[in-house]
């Protein structure tokens, strides 16, 4: 699937986000649900630890991911929203050590959005996400 990653000279680059990423073919669009950080009996995992609970956000995504047959490669856009914006910064976007499924080279698009509340008082962050494949 052929994707371009622009960031324009005239913008600041970072390496969480591109700011632009075009798909010049036709495809199949899949958009993923707000994901939290939840065992699958929806309990809360890893109270108080931002850091683990994006981890397990993450692992979560990725199985659905792959039960569509797509990567995180095929991800064209990322939303998180943190109840500590700051915490998420530090823990999960600007530590290098973080372990991101996505190409740090080539990352998609995102946006990070602080709310004063989740769906519970546990979670700390929650993540939605949509992938492109080839039709």
Known sequence: MPKEYINPPD???HTYYTRILS???PSKLI???GQVPADKHAKPVHAGDIRAQFIAVLDALTVQLEAVGATWDDVVFRRAY???VPGFVEHCVRDETFPVPWNRERP???TLIGVTALAHPDYLVELEIAAV???
């Open 108 to 110: 998609s698009p995102s």
């Open 133 to 135: 494949m080839a039709g």
């Open 23 to 25: 798909i010049t073919e």
């Open 11 to 13: 913008l600041s680059r």
């Open 31 to 33: 958009y993923i649900a």
């Open 82 to 84: 943190a109840v500590d």
